[in-house]
């Protein structure tokens, strides 16, 4: 499966990263690689989860960063 890491500037400066495909996955960073990375882990995190608890079955999986809007 693919997932897709959206970024985008808030007008505080932060950055905010998300993973449209994983609802509630995301993350805020006050640069946009920070924002990245933190949204990349959480989005395993949540994958991770979903595996030892049986959710889901295991998939390769491929994570892309979107460009900045």
């Known amino acids: 499966m693919d997932y897709t890491i959206e970024v985008e500037q ?8 998300e ?3 994983l609802p509630g996955v995301l993350a805020y960073g006050a640069t946009m690689n920070q924002a990245q990375s933190k949204a990349e ?3 395993l995190r949540v ?9 889901s ?3 390769a999986i491929r994570i892309h ?3 900045a809007a």
């Not at 994958?47 to 959710?55: G, I, P």
């Open 10 to 17: 808030e007008t505080d400066g932060r950055w905010l990263a």
């Open 41 to 43: 882990a959480l989005a």
């Open 65 to 67: 960063l979107a460009a």
């Open 47 to 55: 994958l991770a989860e979903r595996l030892e608890s049986q959710e």
């Open 19 to 21: 993973v449209p495909e």
């Open 57 to 59: 079955q295991p998939q």
